[in-house]
T-cell receptor, first 114, second 113 residues
Framework: KAGVTQTPRYLIKTRGQQVTLSCSPI?????VSWYQQTPGQGLQFLFE???????NKGNFPGRFSGRQFSNSRSEMNVSTLELGDSALYLC?????????????FGPGTRLTVT | DQQVKQNSPSLSVQEGRISILNCDYT??????FLWYKKYPAEGPTFLIS?????DKNEDGRFTVFLNKSAKHLSLHIVPSQPGDSAVYFC????????????FGSGTQLTVLP
C-alpha cells in the first residue's frame, strides 16, 4: 500500500508571497492532519480535516488555512509568507474517527522563505 | 506550556544493549500515547502506541511502558542496533481530539557499533 505523498518536496518562496502544499493520504484513510516542524518550536499541530470539514485547529494565525477534497486529498495554504514560516510541513493520514489512532506521516515539504 | 516533555535531548548506547527513552506528560486528558522515529529530511515513522487502559505494549524489539500515576512513559529497545540511530518523538492525544497529536521535543538516539 502506498504511503502518504506530499508535493512538492522542496520549495523556496519570497516573503509576502503565498504557497500551497498538497497531500495525498494512504488509500482508504479519510482523515488528514497537518503539522509544522521548526528547530525552535518542534512539531506543532496545524489542523485536521475529515469528510472535507476542518475538525480541529492548532494555535496558528489565520494566514494558515487548508481544505480537503472529496477524494480525501488535502491542501494547505500559507498567505503573506514570513521568514518564520520556514519549516518542514508534514501531512499525516488516519482512518476514520474511532478507528486506529496512529497517524501515518508523509515525507514532508521543506519550505524556505527568503 | 509543554504538555509532553522529553528531557534528554540525546542518548548514546552500545550496539546490543538496551536503549531506554523517557517521556513525561502533564495533561490528564491524554489517553493514547505513541512513539515515532524520525530520520533527517523524512517524516516521522510510527513505531508503537499504548492506550491508557494498558501499562505495557510490546512489538518485537520495542516495548512501551506507561505509568499513569507518574504521568510517565518509556520506550525500551532491545537489543539496540546501529540502524536504530534516529530522533525519537513521544506523542500523546486525547479521545476528544484523537488525531491531534502533541509531541515532545525528541531524543537523538545514537547506537554505537
Amino acid at each position: 500500500k502506498a504511503g502518504v505523498t506530499q508535493t512538492p518536496r522542496y520549495l523556496i518562496k519570497t516573503r509576502g508571497q503565498q504557497v500551497t502544499l498538497s497531500c495525498s493520504p494512504i488509500s482508504g484513510h479519510r482523515s488528514v492532519s497537518w503539522y509544522q516542524q521548526t528547530p525552535g518550536q518542534g512539531l506543532q499541530f496545524l489542523f485536521e480535516y475529515f469528510s472535507e470539514t476542518q475538525r480541529n485547529k492548532g494555535n496558528f494565525p489565520g494566514r494558515f488555512s487548508g481544505r480537503q477534497f472529496s477524494n480525501s486529498r488535502s491542501e494547505m495554504n500559507v498567505s503573506t509568507l514570513e521568514l518564520g514560516d520556514s519549516a518542514l510541513y508534514l501531512c499525516a493520514s488516519s482512518l476514520a474517527p474511532g478507528l486506529e489512532r496512529a497517524p501515518r506521516f508523509g515525507p514532508g515539504t521543506r519550505l524556505t522563505v527568503t | 506550556d509543554q504538555q509532553v516533555k522529553q528531557n534528554s535531548p540525546s542518548l548514546s548506547v552500545q550496539e546490543g544493549r538496551i536503549s531506554i527513552l523517557n517521556c513525561d506528560y502533564t495533561n490528564s486528558m491524554f489517553d493514547y500515547f505513541l512513539w515515532y522515529k524520525k530520520y533527517p529530511a523524512e517524516g516521522p515513522t510510527f513505531l508503537i502506541s499504548i492506550s491508557s487502559i494498558k501499562d505495557k505494549n510490546e512489538d518485537g524489539r520495542f516495548t512501551v511502558f506507561l505509568n499513569k500515576s507518574a504521568k510517565h512513559l518509556s520506550l525500551h529497545i532491545v537489543p539496540s542496533q546501529p540502524g536504530d540511530s534516529a530522533v525519537y518523538f513521544c506523542a500523546a492525544s486525547s479521545s476528544g481530539s484523537a488525531r491531534q497529536l502533541t509531541f515532545g521535543s525528541g531524543t537523538q538516539l545514537t547506537v554505537l557499533p
